[in-house]
């Protein structure tokens, strides 16, 4: 396992390199969280099966702030970081995994990276910009405020840490730190870009995009609405249908990676 800091044009990233035998992952992760979000994959025999690279965004963990904010802590800024992450590494062919947030980034990687074998998302509804797409795609809750706020107050903190994972899911004390260390300026930056309109659509993304698309949700994810999923004419759904893994939250990876890794491991080897 490597560690290593890339600078970017965004910002200076960090990345967590399993170093296994197979093809690369690139790992995404959500708001507010981190690449340590991933260690129950990076660390067990999937990381030693595929080469997966977890990193944290501009803003997030122990990766720089934006440079930038006004471009940085954007769709277009994230995954402009990633591109230029996969390049310094010297991965020009890969799948992507991402979660809530990471997973917007992957989808609007697909016309940007020509070698993107397929893409995983997990708690990540394809929706079109815009506030008529977060109506569409994700439940209306004080969690779902929160993603958007400014400065959290400590019981805030806990609080959306605690639903990011799932409830019931043991809170570690690493994804508190990962909520304090992301700027209040990063999601207030990140949802008034979203919601003015200035990201592709990404449900036409999911409808018309060839490349192989996984979606794998815990089945009681408090941040999305599960029904809406179902709406959406896939170009290339893997296993042509929607994963939902019962009695887990907007986690499941984390959860219950005894019940998801295979999954995600599957996913690799058949596309990749």
Not at 145 to 158: F, H, N, R, S, Y
Not at 247 to 253: I, T
Request: hydrophobic share 45%; proline share 6%.
């Amino acid at each position: 396992m490597i560690t290593r800091t890339i600078p970017t044009t965004i910002a200076d990233i960090v990345v967590q390199d399993s170093e296994g035998l197979g093809s690369p992952v690139l790992m995404i992760h959500g708001n507010s969280s981190s690449r340590r979000i991933f260690r129950r994959q990076l660390e067990s025999p999937l990381g030693e099966s595929l080469r997966l690279v977890a990193l944290d965004l501009p803003g997030h963990g122990a990766s720089g702030d934006a440079r930038d904010p006004a471009t940085g802590y954007t769709l277009a800024g994230y995954a402009t970081a990633a591109l230029e992450t996969l390049r310094a590494l010297g991965v020009f062919r890969a799948s992507l995994f991402g979660w809530s947030l990471g997973g917007h980034v992957a989808l609007d990687m697909i016309s940007r990276f020509p070698g993107m074998t397929g893409v995983m998302i997990c708690g990540t509804p394809p929706v079109p910009g815009g506030m008529e797409g977060v109506a569409l795609g994700f439940q209306a809750s004080e969690h779902m405020a929160l993603a958007g706020a400014g400065d959290w107050t400590p019981e805030q903190t806990l609080d959306f840490a605690q639903a990011t994972i799932g409830d019931g899911a043991a809170l570690e004390g690493f994804m508190l730190a990962a909520a304090r260390r992301t700027p209040g300026l990063a999601r207030q930056t990140f949802f008034a870009n979203a919601l003015g309109g200035a990201v592709d659509d990404q449900r036409r993304i999911a409808e018309t995009a060839k490349v192989p698309l996984a979606i794998v949700n815990g089945a009681d994810d408090a941040f999305i609405n599960a029904a809406y999923f179902d709406t959406i004419r896939y170009a290339n759904l893997w296993d042509g249908k929607v994963h939902r893994l019962a009695g887990l939250g907007h986690a499941p990876f984390w959860q219950s990676p005894e019940r998801f890794n295979p999954l995600l491991e599957r996913f690799v080897r058949e596309t990749a």
